[in-house]
């Protein structure tokens, strides 16, 4: 289990630094006086790429670790991913919603489908919330945030 | 002695109640300000500038610096309680304060931040009024290439911050010096990894970064198993909620390394504070006892760092006041509002208005004072905040990450990169990856590649003037000593290894 | 036949009625709220610094019933700030403060797709004036001594600046091109630093504003050998100019001014051309002009429209020749 997550870093992370590597051979190398733009991202790229390596051959030849626990995080992932899609939902509606009506859904989300408490836990910790963050930051404090076809 | 004639005028000054009231005004605002994350110091004296306009300027220059280093305060708050810095040099705070907080220390925690903040802040007022002038003319002889060995040093604690995997920090690092890169090229005008965005132009905000891979991530991973109503235990007692004299005496070292580091690298214009606690971080971990402790929630991992961004804005000031040169965002709007209210800021700022500028320091040592009073009481009340029910406390920790986001630059394409960044902080908990290295590539990124840049541009492309010249050698040689020292260690170990085996 | 004589007299009576109305209102344009000042620097910027001393004086002034409420849109120069204006199109309570960048901007960047010549110009109010400063105790006593050393040595001596394609550079760019001299530019991103550097001995030469340079020439530590404008500064007044010392090249301004997003109406604009032509005459603008060294630039109409355009053409052929990167 554990080297199949270096093995993936190791992978992600080599691509990567292949794509920085060559983004920046478009940009020139060197500039009037001294290195141009694209001197860093290259060498960048260059070390990331060598670490990358680096890392999966360390690991090609690591022992295996059990896989009991494998089916567990794989719940675990899934809930966590879950939790960031609403925020990313929530994020998405803050143009047309606002910020408290949007905060307001993520948390009412995230009470009823991850922890799977009452609707009315879910309703007022929503609410509370909402009202909370309206208070402080925008009465109180004067700060600007999204606001939605009511105002808020 | 002259000084002492100073120091009455100033405190002549400081003292009267109006003064006192706007230093008190100052202050509680700055720990405001520090404790929300997202919003800084520079952007709330930029609001506020209109309203001095009708004011007698010493106070509201008291005010102004109130707000200024009453931030670093406040910013250490919601990087130990939840693990969001509350300011961009708060960062490394997050690192042994939120485990502190993990341990039921967070009272601890939170009380040592405000002490070392305290010391540290005062040491630096004392270097201000003391040393300023030739503390200052001493920096302007750091020159480009100083600048990189500067930044080059700075990017050897990823050494120190690393943990078990060396090759995980360095590949951290490197996405974090990638992360600085992205924008565009102050040199040649390109447009470096921009995607086509227009909002990439000025590259990415480093408040994104920071509160999407600290408390974005550090919410995600917690979503992963239903746990009990609490965060995690809030200790009960006066007795556990502060700093014990053991905790005391065990931070001598990192008061006084954050006060001299922070005020050293302050003087420096456009260094800034992440780099000072950062610096000042490594440099209590490399002389610690026990240096493998660090990480899990060693009191003097908050200590150091919290110190020195709090000396470093008494020494930030000293460019600004004794030669007219701001030396970071919050400096610059200072230097502005001195202009705009038709105080000359220079070389000559000190003779010309002595009342002006020793009422300023006296009113540092008065606010530093205040804002430990206005500090500690409120630890057990902030320490309180664990209590809360996490289901409320994550949805919270979005909400204030968001806000925190916006508030800088008013821009949904910032909250965006916040959410991909909280994946990303996400995906290298899991994976085992340090966050901190990134975070010190990203800090440093931008002045490294500048400053090589610039001495190249200087030096017609002679890479030896970054060792021919005394103070960046003398900085380079310290880089690689602590580059070196691991290697030596494992040698060290192999040898003694050995010798145990033939034993 | 009466009652179509009536209904025909009504019908009329009434359009001119409400054409009169219509009339009256169009000219006697009013805002109603507060007016957004857009700007494309953050808090305590330039253009942010200006800005709110507008809106201060222009209260103090009572010029205008409303307040000016400064909004930063900071990001890729102006880019930002200049799309935000394109988007809002026909606001008649924005307003927009522009500089130098916000025309030479869009020509080398292919993000900023806004150009000057999409927002709506309502008037220029002041030209920043700069001059050519060294450290006090160089051997440069004049324009001409710094220029003989650059042929001599070229691209030994350095100047400190900001971006490549603002006007510090352009400037060394204009003068290199006209006396052959060479010197190296080095870029660094706040004012603070570059003027470090040069007091500090890493630099030679920056281009700086007269307001900023005066604290450190009272203070005996900066010199200022030419003065980059067409007459000699009032402030400096044995500064000679860069003609006068025998170096020929075109004036670089840096101008300042209001815009408002396209499609603005026209006595929208012709009411904002009112209240910066009262502005422009009271008392507290023109101290607050003197205080800070600016010239006063207050052009509007047509001639403003023709400063656009030949800056922009002028920005584009010293930028070409530059060899920086010209998109548009």
């Known amino acids: ?152 | 002695m002259e000084s002492i004639g100073n120091l009455l005028l100033g405190f002549s000054v400081a003292l009267t109640p109006g003064n006192l009231f706007w230093c008190f005004v100052g202050v509680f605002l700055g720990t405001v300000v520090g404790i929300l994350p997202g919003l800084g110091p520079a952007a709330t004296i930029a609001m506020l500038l209109p309203l001095t306009f009708k004011m007698d300027h010493t106070a509201a220059i008291i005010m102004l610096a109130g707000i200024y280093y009453g931030s670093k305060y406040g910013g250490s708050t919601t990087s130990i309680l939840l693990n969001v810095p509350g300011e961009s040099a708060s960062v490394v705070t997050c690192l042994d304060g939120y485990q502190m907080a993990r341990q039921g220390r967070a009272g601890p925690a939170l009380g040592i931040a405000a002490i070392a903040s305290f010391v540290a802040g005062t040491v630096g007022v004392i270097g201000l009024m003391l040393i300023a002038p030739p503390v200052a003319r001493f920096a302007l002889r750091f020159g480009p290439p100083e600048y990189f060995a500067l930044m080059a040093l700075g990017l050897t604690m990823v050494v120190f911050l690393a943990g078990k995997s060396m090759i995980k920090g360095l590949l951290a690092m490197l996405v974090g010096l990638w992360l600085a890169g992205v924008g565009t090229d102050l040199f040649t005008a390109e447009s470096r990894f921009t995607f086509g965005q227009m909002e990439l132009l000025d590259g990415i905000d480093f408040v994104v970064v920071s509160i999407g891979i600290f408390a974005v991530a550090e919410v995600l991973v917690n979503m992963e198993s239903r746990g009990g109503t609490e965060l995690f235990k809030v200790p009960r007692g006066i007795r556990n909620l502060m700093p014990t004299l053991k905790d005391l005496k065990d931070c001598r070292f990192a008061f006084l390394n954050g006060s001299v580091i922070g005020f050293l690298i302050g003087v420096l214009p456009g260094a800034g504070s992440t780099i000072a606690s950062f610096l000042s971080y490594g440099a209590e971990k490399a002389f610690s006892r026990y240096p493998e402790k660090f990480g899990t929630g060693v009191i003097e991992g908050v200590a150091a760092p919290e110190g020195a961004n709090n000396s470093e804005t008494g020494g930030a000031l000293v460019p600004l006041l004794t030669l007219g040169i701001p030396g970071s965002n919050a400096t610059a709007i200072l230097l502005a509002a001195l202009i705009l209210w038709g105080i000359k800021p220079g070389p000559l700022l000190i003779q010309d208005n002595p009342g002006l500028f020793w009422g300023l320091v006296t009113s540092m040592y008065v606010g530093n004072v205040m804002l430990l009073v206005l500090n500690l009481p409120l630890v057990p009340l902030f320490a309180q905040i664990l209590r809360v029910p996490y289901f409320v406390l994550y949805p919270g920790i979005l909400g204030i990450s968001i806000v925190g986001v916006y508030s800088v630059s008013n821009s949904l394409f910032d909250v965006w990169m916040l959410g991909l960044f909280g994946l990303l902080g996400y995906a290298m908990r899991k994976l085992d990856f340090p966050a901190a290295p990134l975070v010190l590539g990203m800090v440093l990124g931008d002045g490294l590649e500048r400053a090589l840049r610039q001495s190249l541009m200087m030096s017609e492309g002679r890479l030896s003037v970054l060792i021919t010249r005394p103070l960046s050698a003398a900085m380079i040689c310290v880089a690689l000593a602590i580059l070196i020292m691991p290697l030596v260690n494992k040698v060290r170990s192999f040898r003694v290894k050995a010798v145990e085996q033939d034993v | 036949m009466k009652r179509s004589w009536c209904c025909l007299l009504l019908i009329t009576s009434g359009f001119v009625l409400s054409g009169a109305g219509g009339i009256a209102h169009a000219a006697a344009f009013e805002p109603t709220k507060p007016i957004e000042a857009v700007v494309h620097t953050g808090p305590g910027g330039g253009s942010d610094i200006f800005a709110r001393a507008i809106a201060e004086l222009m209260q103090k002034e009572k010029i205008i019933a409303q307040r000016l409420q400064v909004v930063n849109k900071s990001g890729g120069g102006s880019a930002v700030a200049m799309s935000y204006l394109a988007e809002k199109k026909g606001d008649t309570h924005t307003i927009g403060f522009f500089t130098g960048v916000w025309i030479t901007n869009p020509l080398t960047t292919m993000e900023a797709k806004t150009t000057i010549a999409d927002l709506t110009p309502i008037v220029r109010l002041v030209l920043e004036p700069a001059v050519f400063a060294v450290k006090a105790d160089s051997p440069y006593k004049t324009m001409k001594d710094f220029i003989e050393a650059a042929k001599k040595n070229p691209n030994q001596l350095k100047q400190s600046g900001g971006s490549v394609t603002g006007r510090d550079n352009l400037v060394r760019l204009v003068v290199q091109k006209a006396t052959g001299a060479k010197w190296v530019f080095v870029s660094f991103p706040s004012g603070g630093e570059r003027i470090a550097n040069l007091l500090g001995g890493h630099v030679e030469a920056m281009v700086i504003e007269p307001q900023e340079a005066g604290e450190h020439i009272r203070a005996g530590n900066m010199r200022v050998i030419a003065a980059l404008t067409d007459k000699r500064l009032p402030s400096f007044p044995n500064v000679p100019t860069l003609k006068e010392q025998g170096v020929n090249v075109p004036v670089i301004p840096q101008a300042r001014g209001i815009l408002a997003p396209p499609g603005v109406p026209k006595e929208v604009v012709q009411y904002w051309e009112g209240i910066f032509d009262r502005f422009a005459k009271s008392a507290n603008w023109k101290q607050y002009v003197e205080h800070n060294q600016f010239e006063d630039g207050y052009l509007k109409g047509p001639g403003l429209n023709k400063f656009f355009d030949d800056l922009t053409v002028q920005m584009r052929e010293v930028l070409k020749e530059a060899g920086a990167k010209v998109v548009r």
Request: proline fraction near 5%.
């Open chain 1, 1 to 152: 289990m554990s080297e199949k997550k270096e093995l993936l870093s190791g992978i992600c992370l080599g691509s990567f630094g292949v794509y920085v590597a060559f983004e920046a051979l478009r940009l020139p190398y060197v500039s009037e006086f001294g290195p141009g733009p694209g001197f860093f991202p290259l060498w960048i790229g260059i070390g990331l790429t060598l670490l990358s390596l680096l890392l999966i051959v360390a690991n090609l030849f690591a022992s295996t670790a059990p896989e009991s626990s494998k089916s567990q995080s794989r719940t675990a992932i899934g809930r966590a991913l879950v939790g960031w899609s609403g925020l990313m939902l929530a994020i998405g509606l803050l143009h047309w919603l606002g910020f408290g009506l949007s905060l307001a859904l993520l948390a009412a989300f995230l009470v009823l489908a991850l922890e799977r408490r009452s609707p009315w836990v879910a309703i007022s910790v929503a609410f509370g919330l909402a009202l909370g963050f309206h208070a402080i930051f925008v009465l109180a404090l004067g700060l600007s945030l999204p606001a939605g076809p009511w105002g808020f």
